[in-house]
Nanobody
């Protein structure tokens, strides 16, 4: 089993910034091989949506609504992924979930999700 732990959520004013962090670890303490990591978000009454994903520094994907404002990064050695969120808007308010696509031996990959961290953008 793989655990993803998010941090950095909270309350911020419109136009402000937050940095979310996600740390992945194997329950067994073993070494993880992760294909991609990402951030998704979900607001009440809405489906979970992609915010940003990353395979490596040259291969990232962002939702149109956050392009130019959010930046995703990862540290492969540490199995972490961060999301720098700038120029935050009230519509960014949501629970943000970390995701990891983890290699399982040589036969495939499995999805893991964090428990989520609340981001609230309000005056």
């Amino acid at each position: 089993q793989v655990q993803l732990v998010e941090s950095g959520g909270g309350l911020v004013q419109p136009g402000g910034s937050l940095r979310l962090s996600c740390a992945a670890s194997a329950a067994s303490g073993g070494i993880l091989r992760i294909y991609s990591m990402g951030w998704y978000r979900q607001s009440p009454g809405k489906q979970r949506e992609l915010v940003a994903t990353i395979i490596d520094a040259s291969n990232t994907n962002y939702a149109d609504s956050v392009k130019g404002r959010f930046t995703i990064s990862r540290d492969n050695a540490k199995s972490t992924a961060d999301l720098q969120m700038n120029s935050l808007k009230p519509e960014d308010t949501a629970v943000y979930y970390c995701h990891a696509d983890v290699y399982l031996g040589n036969w495939g990959r499995t999805d893991y999700w964090g428990q989520g961290t609340q981001v609230t953008v309000s005056s």
